[in-house]
């Protein structure tokens, strides 16, 4: 099994181009990668939260993301929010969904259950303008779209409550892959 989910905080400037961080090559791509899930981001917050629930350290990375963020509500982030972070600029996708890796990772064969009760997915962004972003680089939202579907709606739809698929249609920005499987579930 290949899996490029555990992470570590790296020093410096880190370009991002095409579907990759620089030196985190995607290691499945047919699962977890291309261009809607270049990167991922997670909320340093809501790691703490974790590791107080949990009784232990995971830190930034812990989670597999890419960008660990401080000060951003990334799973109350909107599908087609647009982010500022160095010199790049990203958007918003979909949520993490979770698979047996994260379970793997947290040493928990349930973890993924209890990360979708807790409602905080994290975001996959996509790489509008390639660029480089280092730690202590703010994040300017420069464009937040006027619906209300955010990664935390999105996964909770996904995985909990199908009857609120529909909701998530009021998105422009919903990729297509994630709007042909609302309306194969909703026809």
Request: glycine share 12%; aromatic share 6%; hydrophobic share 40%.
């Amino acid at each position: 099994m290949r899996t490029a989910i555990w992470k570590q905080p790296v020093a410096g400037r880190v370009a991002v181009r095409g579907v990759n961080v620089e030196g985190d090559e995607q290691a499945d791509r047919k699962v977890h990668g291309g261009p809607n899930k270049s990167v991922y981001a997670y909320d340093l917050d809501e790691t703490r939260a974790w590791e107080e629930e949990l009784g232990r350290e995971i830190g930034p990375g812990g989670f597999g993301e890419n960008l660990t963020l401080e000060g951003v509500d990334v799973s109350g982030a909107r599908a087609g929010e647009r982010w500022a972070i160095g010199s790049a600029l990203f958007e918003v996708v979909q949520p993490r969904v979770p698979c047996f890796k994260l379970n793997l990772r947290m040493g928990d064969s349930k973890f993924g259950k209890r990360f979708t009760a807790a409602g905080r997915p994290g975001a996959y962004l996509r790489i509008v303008e390639e660029g480089d972003v280092g730690a202590g680089d703010a994040v300017e939202i420069v464009r937040r779209p006027e619906h209300d579907v955010t990664m935390r709606l999105m996964m909770h739809a996904a995985l909990e409550d199908r009857g609120r698929l529909p909701e998530l249609l009021a998105a422009p920005e919903l990729i297509a892959e994630w709007r042909e499987w609302i309306e194969e579930r909703t026809a």
